[in-house]
């Protein structure tokens, strides 16, 4: 399994994952020249996408959708209430509607669980072989009925949008700033903190920290916050990979 995030923050997100021949995109909230010249840097023509999953419809998640369906034969696994939330914007014909919490793709499959925002929203669990991802972002908590599904596996993406000092004493409208740090909202860096020392185990490779905020948050907040929580467990510091709006990362291999 490997892992090349694109862009991740409020302007932008999109994550490449490969599993053996199946070539997955998680969210076109880029153009698609960003999309195809960061795959490009891996030697990876982005007419040779397979999958695409969107995990809600706000523009920075979709951006590009459109582009890349017509320019690409990838599908679009989708569930009908994300689906329908795209119709009243775009027309979408190469898609597939996943029915139920779980679907297979050749040799891998991908579980679904809906997160709180406010809109329609969901979590991924890519698993491949022996390899499994989480991708979490745009949510304003996680559920605790759904971490026994969520625990030790090998790589989390999981968003850290804000610092909530920093959000409240910044320039955001109260509305909005209620908006975020409310259950519909984004995780906190605390919040992501707790979650991660209940989810991470012996398996966990790499933690990427997604969604950061230019606005309400740092990168070293991130990294503080986070690395304070997890000294306590037996977890590799190195390991944990600060996502960027701007910069797309290298691949990761695991």
Do not use: W
């Not at 070539?23 to 007419?47: P, R, W």
């Not at 009243?88 to 709180?116: A, H, Q, R």
């Not at 499994?132 to 559920?143: E, I, K, P, Q, R």
């Not at 993406?157 to 004493?169: A, F, G, Q, R």
Request: aromatic residues 8%; proline residues 1%; charged residues 25%.
């Amino acid at each position: 399994m490997k892992i090349k995030v694109l862009a991740s923050g409020s302007k932008g997100n999109s994550t490449y994952i490969e599993c053996g021949n199946t070539k997955i995109l998680i969210d076109a909230g880029i153009s698609y020249m960003q999309i195809k010249k960061s795959l490009e840097e891996i030697n990876i023509n982005v007419c040779d996408l397979n999958i695409i999953l969107i995990t809600h419809t706000h523009s920075d998640h979709i951006k590009g959708l459109c582009s890349l369906i017509k320019k690409t034969n990838a599908i679009l696994y989708v569930t009908e209430d994300i689906y329908s939330d795209l119709l009243k914007n775009m027309t979408i014909d190469n898609y597939y509607i996943i029915e139920g919490e779980k679907f297979k793709y050749n040799d891998l499959s991908v579980e679904l669980l809906p997160v709180s925002h406010d809109v329609s929203c969901y979590s991924f669990i890519i698993n491949y072989k022996n390899k499994n991802l989480v991708y979490v972002t745009d949510t304003g908590y996680l559920n605790k009925r759904y971490f026994d599904k969520l625990k030790n596996k090998d790589v989390y993406i999981i968003e850290s949008n804000h610092d909530e000092t920093m959000l409240m004493n910044g320039p955001y409208p109260f509305i909005l700033k209620q908006r975020i740090l409310s259950d519909r909202g984004h995780l906190s860096n605390k919040a992501t903190a707790r979650i991660l020392t209940k989810l991470i185990g012996d398996n966990t490779k790499y933690i990427f920290l997604a969604h950061i905020s230019e606005h309400n948050n740092t990168k070293q907040l991130v990294l503080d916050e986070i690395t304070r929580e997890l000294s306590n467990i037996n977890f590799n510091l190195d390991k944990i990979i600060l996502t960027d709006q701007y910069i797309s990362l290298e691949m990761v291999e695991v």
